[in-house]
């Protein structure tokens, strides 16, 4: 992750949680597409909110986040738990059913995404779920908090998922949403499917 982006959210770890916004209308529809009860790993999890419905779902959670000061909100908050994580950290095999990332893989530096994904798809059970947003763009920069973004067009994002490993797209949704920083963003929603061997 760009160390810029990481110091930022350890920062302002209080009131991006304070900031954050009511859990995704998608997180039911991803849960119901995994066992009841599965394993599901939750990448840079920020407050907590989607991990707090999970809990809730009766889904076994492994909770990180790349700011210890994040986890640690977000631990107290769900009375559960929080891994410091950075994304490169990742070494499971074949260990979840799923893997939540909302809105945190959009700040891995692009030549990196592709390693990162492959260590969520080797995390992932054969047949295991994989929900992802992006801020779609065309080229890689800052915003105005000096936050690093990927910034990716569709196609180059779908060829460097197929590099990391055989997928099966079951979703790609876009919607326009209000960043931290106040500037609208659209973003692409991609959720897929791990090929079993």
């Given at each position: 992750?760009?160390?810029?982006?990481?110091?930022?959210?350890?920062?302002?770890?209080?009131?991006?949680a304070g900031w954050a916004k009511a859990p995704s209308t998608r997180l039911l529809?991803?849960?119901?597409?995994?066992?009841?009860?599965?394993a599901i790993l939750e990448l840079g999890c920020g407050a907590g909110n989607h991990?707090?419905?999970?809990?809730?779902?009766?889904?076994?959670?492994?909770?990180?986040?790349?700011?210890?000061?994040?986890?640690?909100?977000?631990?107290?908050?769900?009375?559960?738990?929080?891994?410091?994580?950075?994304?490169?950290?990742?070494?499971?095999?074949?260990?979840?059913?799923?893997?939540?990332?909302?809105?945190?893989?959009?700040?891995?530096?692009?030549?990196?995404?592709?390693?990162?994904?492959?260590?969520?798809?080797?995390?992932?059970?054969?047949?295991?779920?994989?929900?992802?947003?992006?801020?779609?763009?065309?080229?890689?920069?800052?915003?105005?908090l000096d936050r690093y973004y990927n910034y990716p067009p569709r196609e180059w994002?779908?060829?460097?998922?197929?590099?990391?490993?055989?997928?099966?797209?079951?979703?790609?949704?876009?919607?326009?949403?209000?960043?931290?920083?106040?500037?609208?963003?659209?973003?692409?929603?991609?959720?897929?499917?791990?090929?079993?061997?």
């Open positions: 992750m760009d160390e810029a982006t990481l110091q930022f959210y350890r920062g302002h770890a209080a009131s991006y529809d991803f849960l119901a597409l995994l066992p009841s009860g599965g991990a707090a419905v999970m809990l809730a779902e009766g889904f076994s959670v492994r909770a990180t986040d790349g700011s210890p000061e994040m986890a640690e909100i977000a631990s107290q908050r769900l009375g559960h738990p929080v891994e410091t994580m950075r994304f490169d950290q990742l070494d499971a095999q074949e260990a979840y059913d799923g893997v939540w990332a909302s809105a945190c893989l959009l700040h891995v530096p692009r030549d990196e995404l592709a390693g990162i994904l492959g260590r969520i798809h080797r995390a992932l059970k054969p047949s295991g779920v994989f929900y992802a947003s992006y801020k779609m763009g065309e080229g890689d920069g800052r915003d105005s994002l779908e060829a460097t998922y197929a590099g990391a490993g055989p997928w099966i797209t079951l979703s790609a949704e876009t919607n326009v949403i209000q960043s931290f920083d106040k500037t609208p963003a659209n973003m692409l929603h991609l959720v897929v499917r791990k090929v079993a061997a």
